[in-house]
C-alpha cells in the first residue's frame, strides 16, 4: 500500500477505498470482518464472513 492510501486509510477516507479493498486489507492486519445486509423489506440477508487465512 502507497503512503497515499495508508494516509487516507489513517483519515477515515473509506469512500476512496472499494470494499473488497477495505475487506482484504482488514483481513490482512488480522481482524475479523463480517458483512450483514438487510433486504428492502427488513429481512436479515446472507452472511457474509472473511477470517484471516494465516
Known sequence: M??????????GRLSRFSLDALVNQASAAGLFVRIEGLSRFGHAGEVTESRNAA
Open 2 to 11: 502507497t503512503r497515499s492510501r495508508l494516509n487516507d486509510l489513517l483519515r
